[in-house]
């Protein structure tokens, strides 16, 4: 079965530094996400991505905060300069189609962890 | 008022109990409603997708009142697998999950 993956499973990373989580996407998905879990919190949006565009983001997703699509199979967020309150896990997700109805399916998540 | 509200938890029950779960959304625009399962520290897995007719998977019921804005869940036959936390996922437009909190479910034997 496809299934979408992320590496690292766990970065550690320190304050100030820049990072980027990679994701592969199902590869026949056309629709893209990001969202993070703060240890014992909810599933947070972050952004969702199509045809090369930020189609939606949240309040979350500031200015540190950028996504890219570099080639035909990755995903990637960037963090430019960590802070103590990005350590998070950060899930990725695709899609099919980006109509509501749809499935995102999750990756395994990378732990952020920021000292 | 959160966009989307779970019953508290913890839920604690003994294997073959029927347990229930409610959640109710607060944007009257969204548009497709489903549970999720997550595993401690894995990620969310999609146990079903909620239609205002209500579906059935098995052991597992989902019901959604479009006009009170709720949705359940229902676990019958509870087994020691169904621990987990279970997420109610509400997307009101294209592109964006909301998330709740979650109920966190434990099955003893």
């Known amino acids: 079965e496809p299934e979408v993956t992320q590496t690292p499973s766990h970065q550690v990373t320190q304050m100030g530094q820049e990072v980027i989580l990679r994701c592969v996407p199902i590869?026949?998905?056309?629709?893209f996400y990001w969202y993070r879990q703060i240890l014992g919190q909810k599933v947070e949006f972050l952004v969702s991505f199509y045809n090369n565009e930020i189609s939606e983001k949240s309040e979350i997703f500031d200015d540190q905060f950028s996504v890219e699509r570099p080639d035909g199979s990755n995903f990637t967020l960037k963090i430019r300069s960590t802070k103590l309150e990005d350590s998070a896990m950060y899930f990725c997700a695709s899609s099919q189609d980006g109509s509501p109805s749809y499935e995102q399916y999750f990756g395994p998540g990378t732990r952020l962890t920021v000292t | 008022r959160k966009e989307v509200e779970q019953d508290p938890g913890p839920f604690n029950v003994p294997e073959g109990a029927t347990v229930a779960f409610n959640c109710t959304y607060s944007n009257s625009a969204s548009q497709s409603f489903f549970w999720y399962r997550q595993d401690c520290r894995k990620e969310p897995k999609l146990l079903m997708s909620v239609y205002s007719s209500g579906n059935e998977d098995g052991r597992f019921t989902a019901q959604l009142n479009r006009a009170s804005q709720y949705i359940s869940l229902l676990i019958r036959d509870s087994k020691l697998s169904d621990s987990a936390t279970y997420l109610c996922v509400v997307n009101a437009h294209a592109g964006k999950s909301t998330f709740g909190d979650g109920t966190t479910l434990t099955v003893k034997p």
């Open positions: 590869s026949n998905h056309l629709y």
